[in-house]
């Protein structure tokens, strides 16, 4: 009886490293791939995209995060400020929407910055400080 409980435990713990184990460079690139391909969808069905749009949306999104990873794996193995970090991500995140609305039509563009103002707007009345008045 005391072998099996040893067995099972050495079995927990072997599956317990090899999860570990585990790059988790890989889980978040494909994450990553997903979250592109759902983006794509939403502004498919919000905008209306031709088949052109969309393959250069997904294009351009794909190059974001792409972009994105690197400046985080970079900023990973170094002791950056936070605030730089950030201040380089809203730059990627601007020359990418930028190029996506260099895709989209007058009106598209348009719809999109109504989403995203939507979006803002339901954020900030989600968050507790806007909730108390502050």
């Known amino acids: 009886m005391k072998r099996f409980i040893l067995f099972i435990i050495l079995g ?3 599956s317990a490293l090899a999860l ?4 988790q460079g890989t889980q978040n690139q494909k994450g990553r791939g997903e979250d592109v391909e759902k983006r ?3 502004m498919q069905q919000h905008l209306n995209l031709t ?3 969309t393959t ?10 792409d972009k994105v990873r690197e400046l985080r794996s970079n900023n990973k193995n170094q002791s950056t400020d936070r605030a730089a970090t950030a201040k380089q991500m809203q730059e990627i995140r601007q020359d990418y929407r930028k190029q996506i609305e260099s895709v989209l039509t007058k009106e598209q563009v348009e719809k999109l910055h109504q989403q995203q103002k939507s979006r803002r707007h339901q954020s900030q009345s989600s968050t507790p400080n806007s909730q108390n008045g502050q």
């Open 51 to 53: 088949a052109d749009q």
């Open 40 to 42: 794509v969808a939403q």
């Open 56 to 65: 250069k949306i997904r294009s351009i999104l794909q190059a974001e995060n």
């Open 12 to 14: 927990v713990l072997a």
């Open 20 to 23: 570990q184990a585990t790059p």
